[in-house]
């Protein structure tokens, strides 16, 4: 059973190394190699790395791009802001390692506006890697060159899906894009786009340098590697762990000293809610997907409030293009509120449900299909809690359930 | 001088910032972040010299000024507070920051002090939930607030 093994991201790094290595090989080989660790998206999507680069390099475009997806908003996630704020070159090496891999001449990231304290940070590691002839012209003196770009969002937490990203990148509403064409085809400025999320490039040095197989080592079999969790709430010991992929539930909570624990909230808002029953399933991208957020709520705790701050939250964030995420979110924070009245009927609880279950299909994006989910697993692991609430009164009246 | 000739001024240093990103459309958002930071907040005139300068409609541009929080698009206080709500800072104790906030300044969340000087927003995660509660002030992140400290923090920015 996996384990709390040896670190990867946290553990030594020369800047240049792995980009050094990668030079000597070609695009495809290096490719080949990332598919061979079985590297999966870290932004909780999961898709193969690899196979995303190799999307890109055989697509056809004058300009290709590789964008940083820093636009960490995730409730309950902080993990990409101690990597851009320790280990900033990490990152630059693995976009200047996928760069040279699809061939793409310009890289981007995209930092939210939340972040604005950490540019200077980036750009001081950005004009040290480009002193050491590690980005920028000519590279290593190979005649590879890659321009590195920090744009900043400006709040909106939907542009951390990657077309609304990219979206806002052209200067735009950041608003999901029908898919297909995926940004591997089509993405920045209709150029084929690798787009990956921080901690994913951090991991491809490492890769270079250590080998895929000794990376496939680290985690199970569908899921290999580590993983950042940012881990918050009831618990001893917050903060930024890296973690085995297939680490369980219990394990993580017995780590940061987490007592009479109710319920793990796995993956943030848009993540699900776990229950005691299921603590000891594993982290990993077939069990329990890891978003890179743990929050832990205590047995104090009420879970209809956890809940409405979760509505409300989708509420805000969702761009209102789509009805089913629009009226949806709406109508799903509105049912917590009878709930938390005590108002709502087992009736009307099976339309919400069947609504939520709608949205997981028909929403246009990420955003609003993940929606519904803390809302479905909370009313199916405290179903008892939430109908046996006393109904309220108002204005000395008594109400009636709908 | 005249209202006329202070238009005219403020329209032409519109232009040097869009000019300075070269009038390109897919330059909009940095371009509405820089005149955000000047004046404060996008003003139905900045956004229609704006429309000018990149020949972008006005519905297009207020589209996007409107879509995202950190633009504004009404006057806003030369100090924003912003005091993350989301789950982990909520479970901190964000509750009392807040009812600490509003005393100290006089105002209700979404409001601006009389004077100008400070505005009162909530904001969704800032990813401080390790040591939270947290709020920005600004650009500047604060956490591991208590109600005594937010008040000093607020004070001296005054």
């Not at chain 1, 190979?142 to 200067?171: Q, R």
């Not at chain 1, 340098?209 to 001893?236: H, M, P, Q």
């Not at chain 1, 199916?380 to 709908?402: C, M, Y």
């Given at each position: 059973m996996a384990g709390i093994k040896t670190q990867i991201l946290f553990s030594s790094f020369e800047p240049g190394n792995a980009l050094k290595l990668a030079i000597l090989k070609t695009g495809p080989e290096i490719i080949e190699e990332i598919k061979n660790s079985k590297l999966r998206g870290r932004g909780g999507a999961g898709f193969p790395t690899g196979v995303k680069w190799d999307l890109v390099h055989s697509a056809q475009g004058d300009e290709k791009y590789i964008i940083c997806n820093a636009d960490e908003g995730e409730?309950?996630?902080?993990?990409?802001?101690?990597?851009?704020?320790?280990?900033?070159k990490k990152i630059f090496e693995g976009m200047a390692i996928a760069?040279?891999?699809?061939?793409?001449?310009?890289?981007?990231?995209?930092?939210?506006?939340?972040?604005?304290?950490?540019?200077?940070?980036?750009?001081?590691?950005?004009?040290?890697?480009?002193?050491?002839?590690?980005?920028?012209?000519?590279?290593?003196?190979?005649?590879?060159?890659?321009?590195?770009?920090?744009?900043?969002?400006?709040?909106?937490?939907?542009?951390?899906?990657?077309?609304?990203?990219?979206?806002?990148?052209?200067?735009?509403?950041?608003e999901a894009r029908n898919k297909p064409p995926y940004p591997t085809k089509k993405g920045y400025m209709d150029c084929p786009s690798v787009v990956n999320n921080v901690e994913t490039?951090?991991?491809?040095?490492?890769?270079?340098?250590?080998?895929?197989?000794?990376?496939?080592?680290?985690?199970?079999?569908?899921?290999?590697?580590?993983?950042?969790?940012?881990?918050?709430?009831?618990?001893?010991?917050p903060g930024v762990y890296e973690l085995e992929m297939g680490t369980t539930v219990n394990q993580v909570l017995k780590m940061v000293g987490a007592q009479n624990t109710k319920a793990v909230q796995v993956g943030g808002a848009s993540g699900i809610c776990v229950a005691n029953k299921d603590f000891d399933k594993p982290l990993a991208f077939e069990a329990l997907p890891p978003g890179g957020?743990?929050?832990?709520?205590?047995?104090?705790?009420?879970?209809?409030?956890?809940?409405?701050?979760?509505?409300?939250?989708?509420?805000?964030?969702?761009?209102?293009?789509c009805t089913p995420c629009r009226e949806g979110t709406f109508r799903l924070l509105e049912g917590v509120k009878l709930m938390q009245e005590g108002r709502c009927s087992i009736n009307y609880l099976k339309t919400l449900r069947e609504l939520g279950e709608t949205m997981r299909v028909a929403c246009k994006c990420g955003l609003g299909q993940m929606a519904p989910n803390a809302f479905l697993s909370i009313i199916?692991?405290?179903?008892?809690?939430?109908?046996?609430?006393?109904?309220?009164?108002?204005?000395?009246?008594?109400?009636?359930?709908? | 001088m005249t209202l006329e000739s202070s238009n005219k001024i403020i329209a032409a240093g519109i232009k040097e910032t869009t000019e300075k990103y070269g009038c390109k459309k897919e330059k909009l958002?940095?371009?509405?972040?820089?005149?955000?930071?000047?004046?404060?907040?996008?003003?139905?005139?900045?956004?229609?010299?704006v429309s000018k300068n990149l020949d972008m409609p006005h519905s297009q541009i207020y589209g996007v000024a409107s879509f995202y929080s950190f633009l504004n698009t009404q006057p806003k206080g030369k100090y924003i507070v912003r005091l993350c709500k989301t789950i982990s800072c909520s479970l901190a104790g964000k509750k009392k920051i807040a009812n600490?906030?509003?005393?100290?300044?006089?105002?209700?969340?979404?409001?601006?002090t009389p004077d100008g000087k400070f505005s009162l927003m909530f904001t969704n995660c800032i990813g401080m939930c390790n040591q939270g509660p947290a709020m920005l002030i600004n650009d500047d992140v604060y956490y591991n607030l208590d109600p005594e400290k937010a008040v000093e923090i607020i004070e001296s920015y005054e």
């Open positions: 409730p309950g996630t902080f993990k990409d802001r101690i990597l851009l704020t320790d280990h900033p760069a040279f891999a699809v061939g793409a001449k310009h890289a981007i990231i995209y930092l939210r506006a939340e972040y604005r304290y950490l540019v200077p940070g980036l750009v001081q590691a950005i004009s040290e890697m480009e002193s050491a002839r590690l980005l920028g012209n000519n590279i290593l003196g190979t005649g590879f060159s890659l321009s590195v770009e920090i744009h900043l969002g400006a709040g909106a937490y939907v542009c951390g899906e990657e077309t609304a990203l990219i979206e806002s990148l052209e200067g735009k509403r950041g490039f951090c991991y491809v040095p490492y890769i270079l340098t250590n080998g895929a197989d000794w990376f496939r080592e680290y985690g199970t079999l569908e899921s290999t590697g580590s993983k950042l969790f940012s881990i918050s709430g009831d618990v001893a010991k957020s743990i929050i832990v709520f205590n047995k104090s705790r009420d879970m209809l409030e956890v809940l409405s701050n979760f509505m409300e939250f989708f509420v805000e964030e969702s761009c209102g293009q199916d692991n405290f179903k008892g809690e939430i109908l046996a609430r006393d109904r309220v009164e108002i204005n000395g009246k008594q109400t009636h359930s709908i | 958002l940095q371009i509405l972040e820089d005149l955000n930071k000047e004046f404060g907040y996008l003003s139905e005139f900045v956004l229609l010299e600490a906030l509003e005393n100290e300044l006089g105002i209700r969340f979404g409001e601006t």
